[in-house]
């Protein structure tokens, strides 16, 4: 296989990984279950997070540990197999793990940087949306949204917790997933899409 089909290969883990964090997320936010986007999501996920959910138990508390689990052996396994096929040989147990968490990170912080220019753009050209995806991006950023409007009181009609956001956002991916990165060795070069 050429270095396109590894790309390809790792692509699209890196996209069904996405989905598993969309997933977990939506939880954790406590979005609408019965939302037709949650659903399809939960129905794309469901066969890679199943056999996790026997043995770690029901949603402990808003977070469901067995959809973090599945997104985690699942690009282990991809890290392990596409370093394999590329020549690498066994990449360091280690890196493999860091590697793994540090795609899972990239991939919630992705899902929430996508979802403020939604939400951004949805608050100018349709404030009152009821699609059902305008409604689960608003229920999926408002438990990052609500304790920066705390803080950061609106400017008049200009909302500045978005600002905000982008920047905590663009400061944890620097720091935390790009150390991750580094210290996953050739592992993290197969961390972000």
Known sequence: MGNAGLLLVNTLVN???????????????QADYYNPISQ?????????VRPFQGFLG?????????????GFVIKAVSIVIIL????????PIAGVAIGAVAAL???????YFFALIVMIILSWVA?????????LVMQLVEPIMAPLRKVI???????LSPIVAFIAISMIDGIVVGSLTRAAGVAGALVGL
């Open 15 to 29: 996209l069904y990984i996405f989905l598993l964090m969309l997933r977990f997320l939506l939880q954790a936010s």
């Open 40 to 48: 399809t999501v939960v129905k794309i996920t469901q066969p890679a």
């Open 58 to 70: 029901p949603v402990m508390g808003r977070f469901d540990m067995a959809t973090l689990a599945a």
């Open 84 to 91: 394999q096929i590329a020549g690498f040989g066994m990449a």
């Open 105 to 111: 990170a990239n991939a919630i912080l992705k899902i």
């Open 127 to 135: 404030p009152n949306a009821s699609h059902p995806g305008a409604l």
């Open 153 to 159: 009181p609106p400017l008049g009609m200009i909302d």
